[in-house]
């Protein structure tokens, strides 16, 4: 067993001085399997750190709602780096800064979450943030001090009287469950909080500057052409453009392959149950798990359909690896850096698909201009709507075939 230990504070803008909360994410690898454990931790005066009972809201219940098995991702981006700020805000920014938590009030919340918006907290100064990620900052935070307030440590509750049950706008849902084995239809009811509704009027304000690239839809010629290109230019990507287009794996996922997730047929006349085991993160080089992350841990299903494009694209791999000396790696690992032979990192993938799509976008440029109707749609969307050919367009992709398949 080793550990690691990354700390995640890419959030804040260089410059900013350490706050006295931090977050980092203690990695434990145990029989080959990493486990990610959520820590918030606070600078004493001395310069140590310790270990907050604000830890424990990584592993709690919410509504019922328990965030313990979210992918590691999830923790950090939708709960702790707004948590950590809101920490540092109350407890050293603000004028009114409190000195213990049981002073908090709604008042110093929505104070926060609008300063956050314009970004004004740590420090910082500059432009509105989004509107969407303004209300995932307002929802993470009033779920934290929800926890707090409801939540016991040692047998009893923080006491925090400032804050009561009418200062959280909880909403409800029925959500259909599965029920393939039976004739009626079941539902369960889900509660969440909201952000709270006069900060959801602030942030109707917020200016959209820190927007996603726009990932266009795309067709199967243009996924061929990906692919095409891939094959021509950078061979190792042929197999990760067809796992994105044909499997619906993000960019973690890909870089998280290994020789062991696949579940392929050795007789192509028997398909059932071929999957990709996304169950767990695995130690994928010696440096642990630093090539990326899965988002949603699961198992895969291979459709029919896409099974001779997944196989023979896997077959070609194997080769194009064992032809560089790359079929025995130590994990099974299936993407490298052409430079080093280390494991790819998605940095690097989203990099090198770029290149990809790139070479794509002039070859769909100069058909268009041959008249060729494929490529006239494809690249209209493009060039009009300033959408670009992203990984995650191949998910798109994915999705728009799979309802053909069951249309």
Known sequence: MCNKVLKFDDYKPKGVVQEKFFLEVTQVIVNGEVIDFVYIFQTQPDGFSKITMYSKYFTSRVLGKSIMN????????????????????????????????????????????????????????GKWINKESSIKAGKAIMRFVYWLKYSRFNGVTLGLNKITKSDFDISTKNVKVDT?????????????????????????????????????????????????????????????????????????????????RLSLPIDMDITNGCTIDLMNEVQISENTNDSGRIKTHRKQPIYEAFLPTISNAYNEHLEFLKSRGLDKHKYGALFFNDRDNNVMKQKSLNRRFKSIADKVIDILRKEALKKNEYAIKDYNIISEAEYKITFHSLRYYYTHALEKLES
Do not use: W
């Open 180 to 260: 393939r084995n039976s004739t009626t239809e079941s539902y369960r009811t889900f509660q969440n909080i909201e952000c709270p509704p006069d900060f959801q009027k602030t942030s109707k304000q917020s200016e959209n500057n820190n927007e996603r690239e726009k990932a266009v839809d795309i067709s199967l010629y243009t996924v061929k052409l990906l692919i095409d290109a891939s094959r021509k230019y950078d061979k190792q990507l042929t197999l990760a453009i067809v796992l994105g287009a044909f499997a619906g794996l993000r960019q973690g996922d890909v870089v998280q392959m290994n020789k062991h």
């Open 70 to 125: 979210n992918a590691t991702n999830t923790k950090v981006n939708a709960h702790g780096k707004f948590i950590i700020s809101f920490l540092n805000y109350i407890f050293y920014e603000s004028k009114r800064k409190i000195n213990r938590i049981q002073e908090l009030d709604r008042d110093l919340i929505i104070e926060f979450l609008n300063r956050y918006a314009r970004v004004q907290t740590s420090n910082q100064k």
